[in-house]
């Protein structure tokens, strides 16, 4: 409970992007409690969340990778001690289990899989223990939920987890939620887990929202949580509040906040850009639109869905106000960057049709 209150602050800041604030606290933690895995595994976490808006920049990756080692080191000796051993094994499974995730957005799947598999391990040295503490459920919900979902999904996968125990994918949401509601240390990334998992393998679109409103309200500044409950709102057709996130994430972009880079830019714009389109009001939408397929460009993102519907709106735009090549052209770079069966391909290829057929 110590380290706890002494934590709090720090974690905040840490959420709410204030990175510099954090890790000038997790280093006064590191002095403190220089044994522990703790302050070595928070400020490996702060490494991550500034990983997390554009997960191809990699700038961050050795820092945070040199962290977990450490405290994988510190968890290891904790382990050892009779006493301690459960507490040794959260954070052991817990830093693994990041290992293995940056792992895998970087297409390691061989350090992914062996990362993992030690993370599992030292799970189940936790399991059964959940009366300890709430935050000792976070790795049993994940595990839970994703053994059920990836072989639904990738059934290519099947065998390979032929040897570990089928979860529940319903356990696995119950328990999310109760480290969501009580855990301190794994409350954050729980409601992160959840408001991702409601919207994008649930369609409980509400569930996602509730979630995502919260981590808005709680960390302004986080730039992932803004940019995602914008999206909700859009997607759920609450167009007037998603237009004022969509504004003030792109003042913060505008402004270099932490964290507010091209990707949060590209979605303010497009989000924007349909708005207005929407209020039948063309110009703004066109310039929408265009800052939304700078944005693209720029970190060379020509296979999102957001360059390749920016420059459909752009071609509607530009179809209406009679400039019939520049609409082509927008058309064009869709049907370049896309492959044939994808739908926004199809789209692009059909509206030259009529484009020409109209010429014609």
């Not at 302050?39 to 808006?53: A, D, H, S, T, V």
């Not at 301690?84 to 899989?113: C, H, I, N, P």
């Not at 529940?168 to 999310?176: A, C, F, I, T």
């Not at 509607?316 to 090549?325: F, H, L, N, S």
Request: charged fraction near 30%; charge should be neutral; hydrophobic fraction near 35%.
């Amino acid at each position: 409970m110590e380290v706890q209150i002494e934590s709090t602050t720090a974690i905040n800041l840490m959420y709410n992007f204030k990175f510099r604030e954090a890790r000038k606290q997790f280093f006064w933690l590191k002095q403190e409690y220089s044994d522990h895995p703790l302050p070595y595994f928070l400020m490996g976490l702060n490494e991550w969340w500034q990983i997390m808006p554009n997960l191809d920049v990699e700038t961050h990756d050795l820092l945070f990778e040199a962290y977990m080692d450490t405290s994988i080191m510190k968890a290891k000796n904790l382990y050892d001690m009779e006493n301690m051993q459960v507490e040794g094994a959260f954070f052991l499974a817990a830093s693994y289990g990041f290992k293995a995730r940056l792992y895998s957005e970087r297409r390691k799947w061989l350090k992914a899989a062996g990362h993992a598999n030690k993370a599992l391990n030292y799970l189940e040295d936790c399991r059964s223990k959940e009366e300890l503490s709430p935050e000792l459920l976070f790795g049993d919900g994940l595990y839970n939920y994703f053994s059920v979902w990836i072989p639904e999904n990738y059934p290519q996968l099947r065998p390979f987890l032929i040897l570990f125990d089928k979860g529940d994918k319903e356990r696995g949401l119950e328990q999310l939620r109760e480290v969501a509601h009580n855990a301190f240390y794994t409350r954050t990334e729980a409601q992160y887990w959840l408001m991702r998992i409601l919207f994008t393998e649930e369609n409980d679109y509400q569930g996602a929202l509730h979630e995502s409103e919260y981590l808005n309200k709680t960390y302004p500044d986080n730039a992932y949580f803004q940019r995602y409950y914008t999206r909700l709102l859009f997607h759920t057709g609450r167009y007037a509040k998603a237009k004022i996130l969509a504004e003030d994430l792109l003042m913060k972009v505008d402004s270099s906040y932490a964290g507010y880079e091209e990707i949060s830019g590209r979605y303010a714009c497009f989000y924007l850009a349909k708005i207005w389109e929407s209020n039948f009001d063309q110009d703004k939408a066109f310039y929408y639109y265009n800052r939304t397929v700078k944005y693209a460009e720029d970190i060379k993102a020509y296979e999102s869905g957001y360059y390749h519907y920016a420059l459909f709106g752009l071609a509607r735009i530009y179809d209406k106000r009679g400039e019939k090549a520049e609409a082509e052209a927008c058309l064009k770079l869709i049907r370049k960057n896309t492959k044939r069966k994808d739908a926004a391909n199809k789209d692009a290829r059909d509206y030259l049709k009529s484009l020409k057929k109209d010429g014609d």
